[in-house]
């Protein structure tokens, strides 16, 4: 789990106008939360938070005003739906060895059983509970050879040490489905057809 050191300057400004010239002067306006703490409006810098946000569950290191340090990982970003660029995050405060809740990314290698089997992502990330500090990037599970009407349960996969699951185990993660045969709309007109004769 890398570490991503920002630094971030408190605000007192708050608003539609005040979020407006912060994202003009290429930052971003973000809330610091948790611990029973009050929570803390931050200014941060638009592009490296950008290249942060990149990595899913991302460990900030947060230098606030250069007075104190905090850790944290993104909790909620909002994006504009157009142009996609940075309108707000949300952070939530850690500590060095304490467990949180996230989502890690689930990945797949190899290839299903012959036949023109789907794959199904009923679960794109998988909630588990882990330090921190040493929050996983992803899980990688094998479809080798998988038949259609074949599923992966959470309980199924193998996670790293320190990490459990935040979901009941028999959640199904993946699954296979058949390929279905699609009719052509020339046959099936020609059979309505048949049908009327």
Do not use: C, M, Y
């Given at each position: 789990m890398s570490e991503v050191k920002l630094t971030a300057e408190t605000r007192t400004e708050f608003g539609k106008g005040a979020a407006r010239r912060i994202r003009r002067d290429s930052k971003v306006p973000g809330v610091l939360y948790g611990h029973g703490s009050d929570p803390l409006h931050l200014?941060?810098?638009?592009?490296?938070?950008?290249?942060?946000?990149?990595?899913?569950?991302?460990?900030?290191?947060?230098?606030?005003?250069?007075?104190?340090?905090?850790?944290?990982?993104?909790?909620?970003?909002?994006?504009?739906?157009?142009?996609?660029?940075?309108?707000?995050?949300?952070?939530?405060?850690?500590?060095?060895?304490?467990k949180v809740q996230v989502e890690i990314p689930v990945h797949t290698e190899g290839e299903l059983a012959p036949g023109g089997n789907l794959l199904e992502h009923v679960l794109d990330a998988l909630p588990v509970e882990t330090e921190a500090t040493h929050i996983p990037e992803a899980v990688t599970v094998s479809i080798e050879g998988l038949e259609a009407g074949a599923s992966v349960l959470a309980k199924d996969i193998t996670l790293p040490s320190g990490t459990t699951l935040a979901v009941e185990e028999d959640a199904v993660v993946l699954q296979v489905l058949a390929a279905q045969a699609e009719e052509t709309a020339g046959e099936s007109a020609e059979g309505e057809e048949a049908a009327e004769a």
């Open positions: 200014t941060l810098p638009g592009h490296e938070l950008l290249l942060a946000l990149r990595t899913p569950n991302v460990l900030i290191s947060l230098d606030i005003d250069g007075k104190t340090n905090e850790l944290a990982i993104p909790k909620a970003v909002q994006r504009d739906p157009l142009k996609g660029f940075l309108e707000h995050v949300d952070l939530q405060l850690v500590k060095r060895g304490e």
